[in-house]
């Protein structure tokens, strides 16, 4: 049976169709046969029992008599007359209707029924029988996949798939829809992942903007309260002077990056030159700044021996201001940045006196939009797209970055950037 299935499933429609109509009229040809040959019978054996016949001497007799050796049987004349035909007489009859009993009256009405309207009745049931039995085993369960298949795909919803095993006509169209059904779902999920880089990269710039126009506006509020008083010392206003400008330099860098990088990870990284005296010197300065109005206490320890280090500026002091900021939001009294060399590796260690990365955090925190509570408070705060940038950077810059927990309590970040 099994093998009769799968050649039955392998054969194309039109020979299916075939099949079923030459054996659909075979088998009305065979039912119809029997039937219109029983009624026809009936209707003669009627027809002899009450027909009327003439005899040669003039007697009227009825042809199932037996007294008569020729005759031929008409229905339409009640004349009786004798032909001669050579040497066989002929003898006319008349079918006598009206002496028949109402049952066989009955019978012989049903019969002449049957023999007009049987053959159209058999030949349209038997056709009609094949063409649901075609439908059934050769159209219905493709057409059921694919009519389903389609509603999902009309919906977005491409988490399917269409399975029909066989290799006619139905099948391979099946197969060709499963192929367009996964050529969608591919696209899909490439697209969605080119919306969730693109949003996860425009969150990172609104994040990472926040520092620079920080900066910016404190310096602006500081010369515009002090420079009309003539309190504010030359050199301070050419520092302050210098620090807008270097942080509006940086606001331009992010301008060109957000209209060329579709996604994180595609941040352009410039490896420079930087002598090691400017780079303490800039993380100070970007540490007074970010902690001017906070009452939180930050030592910045260096160890490094090299004079000059090979790093993208940009990003290594991107990843610093999100430690330094996450440091700030749940550090109580200090926070501790130690930089050092190790490796030919530059290692940026920021350690805050907080309640530390749960064991969870120590897991997820740096995936994006990582979202956990602040001392088990009700209140919602966010660590992961900060981290998760940080995160990218690092990798980027072929380093990466740590989450630990101090001995002492407190969260510990370590990111490292290879030079």
């Not at 696209?187 to 990472?208: C, F, G, P, S, V």
Request: include cysteine; hydrophobic fraction near 40%; charge should be negative.
């Amino acid at each position: 049976m099994g093998k009769i299935k799968a050649w039955y499933r392998s054969i194309p429609l039109w020979l299916a169709i075939f099949l079923y109509a030459a054996s659909a009229l075979l088998l009305a040809s065979f039912v119809s046969g029997k039937i219109t040959g029983a009624a026809y019978k009936l209707m003669g054996v009627l027809n002899v029992e009450y027909s009327v016949i003439l005899t040669e001497d003039g007697r009227v007799g009825r042809a199932d008599s037996g007294d008569l050796s020729y005759f031929t049987t008409t229905y339409n004349s009640d004349d009786v007359d004798l032909e001669d035909s050579g040497s066989v007489k002929v003898y006319k009859m008349h079918f006598d209707f009206d002496s028949m009993p109402s049952d066989d009256k009955m019978k012989y009405g049903a019969s002449r029924i049957i023999v007009s309207i049987s053959p159209f009745l058999i030949y349209s049931a038997f056709l009609l029988s094949a063409a649901l039995a075609f439908y059934f085993t050769k159209l219905k369960k493709p057409l059921s996949l694919l009519s389903g298949a389609s509603e999902n795909i009309a919906k977005s919803d491409f988490d399917f798939s269409i399975h029909y095993s066989g290799r006619d006509e139905m099948a391979k169209l099946c197969g060709t829809f499963e192929k367009m059904r996964y050529a969608l779902y591919e696209n899909d999920r490439r697209m969605n992942q080119m919306i969730e880089e693109r949003k996860q990269l425009n969150d990172a710039y609104t994040h990472d903007l926040r520092t620079p126009v920080a900066v910016l506006k404190g310096c602006a509020d500081t010369l515009s309260e002090y420079l009309p008083t003539g309190q504010l010392p030359k050199e301070k206003v050419i520092e302050t002077v210098r620090i807008m400008s270097s942080h509006v330099e940086r606001l331009g860098q992010f301008v060109d990056s957000m209209n060329a990088v579709q996604k994180l990870s595609d941040l352009p990284l410039r490896r420079e030159a930087v002598p090691t005296r400017d780079f303490v010197a800039g993380l100070r300065e970007t540490t007074t700044v970010l902690c001017e109005k906070q009452n939180i206490s930050v030592r910045i320890d260096s160890d490094i021996s090299s004079d000059t280090l090979k790093i993208d500026l940009s990003a290594v002091a991107q990843v610093f201001e999100n430690l330094l900021s996450n440091a700030l939001r749940f550090a109580k009294t200090s926070i501790t940045v130690d930089v050092s060399e190790v490796d030919s590796a530059l290692l940026v260690r920021v350690a805050d006196d907080g309640t530390g990365f749960s064991p969870k955090e120590l897991i997820s925190a740096s995936t994006p939009y990582y979202c956990g509570r602040h001392g088990g408070s009700e209140e919602k705060y966010h660590l992961g797209l900060g981290l998760h940038i940080c995160k990218t950077l690092c990798e980027k810059h072929g380093g990466s970055l740590t989450l630990e927990n101090a001995d002492g309590g407190g969260a510990v970040v370590t990111a490292k950037f290879s030079m």
